[in-house]
């Protein structure tokens, strides 16, 4: 399944600290008050697809991520990843129960962002270069980099191979 290949690099980091990350991203990537029509669906995914909402808040925050500890390096990658939010917003405006617009999406993923930059410039040099070698953030970044070439397509691929509503749990 593709968030336990995702998560695979995080099986160390402390449940407190996923569960603020993931409740961070949450607040602000999901934030249904700033987007009424774009509510995010709470029910339970079913069958063996990863649900959709809960995999497009890992790739905003893989994203994020690279773009705060890695903002030169990993292009290539960078742009894949970019494609795969693409195609993770496309997925989620055809089959989302409420209307979502792509739009909308993306607004979504600037003000994750955001939050994440903000909370990033709060660091001092030496905190910030810790978390994004040997901290929580640097486990996500070596761990992706050791994802064979076609990885992340793949898993993009069979994580929309189904359509369904685009549901938020279970997920992490």
Avoid at 22 to 27: C, G, K, R, V
Avoid at 83 to 92: T, V
Avoid at 118 to 124: G, V
Wanted: a negative charge; one cysteine or more; glycine letters at 6%.
């Amino acid at each position: 399944m593709i968030l336990e290949v995702f998560f695979e690099p995080m099986k160390k980091v402390p449940f407190s600290v996923l569960f603020m990350t993931f409740f961070a991203l949450l607040a602000s990537g999901c934030n249904t008050n700033s987007h009424p029509t774009a509510a995010v669906p709470i029910g339970e995914q079913t069958g063996s697809h990863a649900p959709v909402w809960c995999a497009w808040m890992a790739y905003n925050q893989v994203k994020g991520i690279f773009d705060i500890c890695a903002p030169h390096d990993d292009q290539a990658f960078k742009g894949k990843l970019d494609n795969a939010l693409d195609d993770i917003n496309d997925f989620i405006v055809a089959n989302s129960t409420a209307p979502v617009t792509k739009t909308e999406l993306e607004s979504r993923m600037k003000e994750g962002q955001a939050q994440m930059h903000a909370m990033s410039s709060k660091l001092t040099a030496a905190e910030l270069h810790k978390k994004c070698t040997t901290g929580d953030w640097g486990r996500v970044i070596n761990g992706v980099r050791t994802w064979p070439d076609g990885k992340l397509e793949a898993d993009i691929a069979e994580l929309l191979s189904v359509p369904r509503p685009p549901e938020l749990n279970p997920c992490f």
